[in-house]
T-cell receptor, first 111, second 114 residues
Framework: GENVEQHPSTLSVQEGDSAVIKCTYS??????FPWYKQELGKRPQLIID?????GEKKDQRIAVTLNKTAKHFSLHITETQPEDSAVYFC??????????FGAGTTVTVRA | DTGVSQDPRHKITKRGQNVTFRCDPI?????LYWYRQTLGQGPEFLTY????????KSRLLSDRFSAERPKGSFSTLEIQRTEQGDSAMYLC????????????FGPGTRLTVL
């Protein structure tokens, strides 16, 4: 099955700086990679996703890059704001239709 | 509310009791998923349905766990003879019947087994 590893587990950034979270996956058949944001006590919510036929996708301050050869993908948040503080999960959809999640990154944006 | 809903939101039970959770997906979504999330971890896949058919079950799902989706709409997850290790957040998600469709999550049911 798919195995997704996520780093770092915690990330503290100054407001306005950038945050980068990296994930690796094991199943070369995986072709869909969503990123979810989960605030304390709330449900995970999709913030951006990327499919294997593209290498990069951007949505305002959020961007995701995918390197299929190396089997890793990254989330970039620019100009961080206090409301970006949350736990972020990467995930990969394997050939078996199952989403495998990373362990999460707790992002804290310091004002 | 047109999102995924789950009931109850919280459940406290004693070890050995049976519990049942319900998930109502977004109405046009054919696929329904159950996940378990423990503190400090990402959601772990348990099982999923396409319409009423249960297509995949994780090895995490012991014989004490059973899930149904009898009419291809709402789903139930039952845990028999609960153990303290079952304490977790149980999340339901639904999606359209396309492999790379976004999965929309419900608010979860937090289970505490005493």
């Amino acid at each position: 099955g798919e195995n997704v590893e996520q780093h770092p587990s915690t990330l503290s950034v100054q407001e306005g700086d950038s945050a980068v979270i990296k994930c690796t996956y094991s199943d070369s058949a995986s072709n869909y990679f969503p990123w979810y944001k989960q605030e304390l006590g709330k449900r995970p919510q999709l913030i951006i996703d990327i499919r294997s036929n593209v290498g990069e996708k951007k949505d305002q301050r959020i961007a995701v890059t995918l390197n299929k050869t190396a089997k890793h993908f990254s989330l970039h948040i620019t100009e961080t704001q206090p409301e970006d503080s949350a736990v972020y999960f990467c995930a990969a959809l394997g050939d078996d239709y199952k989403l495998s999640f990373g362990a999460g990154t707790t992002v804290t944006v310091r004002a | 509310d047109t999102g995924v809903s789950q009931d109850p939101r919280h459940k406290i039970t004693k070890r050995g009791q049976n519990v049942t959770f319900r998930c109502d997906p977004i109405s046009e979504h054919n696929r329904l998923y159950w996940y378990r999330q423990t503190l400090g971890q990402g959601p772990e896949f348990l099982t999923y349905f396409q319409n009423e058919a249960q297509l995949e079950k994780s090895r995490l799902l012991s014989d004490r766990f059973s899930a149904e989706r009898p009419k291809g709409s709402f789903s139930t997850l039952e845990i028999q003879r609960t153990e303290q290790g079952d304490s977790a957040m149980y999340l339901c998600a639904s999606s359209l019947d396309l492999r790379t469709s976004e999965q929309f999550f419900g608010p979860g049911t937090r289970l505490t087994v005493l």
